[in-house]
């Protein structure tokens, strides 16, 4: 498209893939932020040892019983890429609209 022209289909897909991306990568550091507020074991850990166990949660998580990703970490990915791309499309959209009625 020519310079200035705005394309609301590539805004919507550019809003949802960069949604869905930065879901999928963000996923093992909120799992890992999930497991040390919600474990008694890394509550009561001084930095050190909650910094292993977190390293231990991660290594379990990230890896397969065959040695490869583990498809629960691939499962995680894909559902909180999806849910995280929808909802940046609906915000970006929503903040959009705004600028333009008030902008």
């Known amino acids: 498209s020519a310079a200035g022209v705005v394309n609301p289909a590539a805004n919507v897909l550019g809003d ?20 040390t507020v919600s474990s008694a074991k890394a509550l009561e850990a001084q930095s050190v040892e909650r910094a292993l166990l977190v390293g231990g949660f991660l290594r379990r998580l990230c890896v397969g019983s065959a040695g490869g990703i583990s498809p629960f970490l691939l499962r995680d ?15 970006a959209s929503v903040e959009r609209s705004v600028f333009t009625l008030f902008g």
């Not at 949802?16 to 093992?28: C, H, R």
């Not at 990915?77 to 915000?91: E, N, Q």
């Open 16 to 35: 949802f893939v960069g949604g869905v991306t930065m879901g999928m990568l963000a996923t093992p550091i909120s799992q890992a932020y999930v497991f």
């Open 77 to 91: 990915m894909g559902i909180r890429g999806s849910y995280t791309g929808l909802m940046f499309v609906i915000y």
